[in-house]
């Protein structure tokens, strides 16, 4: 899985050849893509866009899309979106375990017992040495977590 992170601007200033290339192998690669702060597009099976809004200290809320090509047929929307919701939706193969993974660390960072982060160093071995990533490395979260600590070390 190839994991990229731009911001908005960077991806708005992209030349539309590369644009239409990254076009083209959707659906071709696993590749995730973070928008900072908070858009993630998830091009697996399907393009999925999510949206993430903190509501509060413990809350979060993800929305997402399932996004198809224009002219999209009856049959291959039903067999898409169905797709999208055993894999991805609220009950599917993905999310549930996923969510649990995550309510867990919350409750174990809430007790404050133990070490104050979170170990994301998987990967962190080729990430130094220049090799490429592989689908398991925490690379994206590393990224994102230096990009939001330089902007709350600005203020």
Known sequence: MKYTSLSLKAFKRAPSLELSKWHMGIGQVDRNVLI???LIILD????VVRKITPTSAGHTK???????TAGEGADMRARRLQNF???QGPGGFAT???LEALEACQAGYRTAAGVPWSDISRG???EHSGQSCCSSDERQMRAFWRRWQSLMRAR
């Open 85 to 87: 919701i055993t894999f």
């Open 44 to 47: 697996l099976m399907g393009v």
């Open 62 to 68: 993800i929305t997402q899309w399932s996004l198809a």
């Open 124 to 126: 962190m071995h080729r």
């Open 36 to 38: 900072f702060p908070n």
């Open 96 to 98: 549930p375990d996923d």
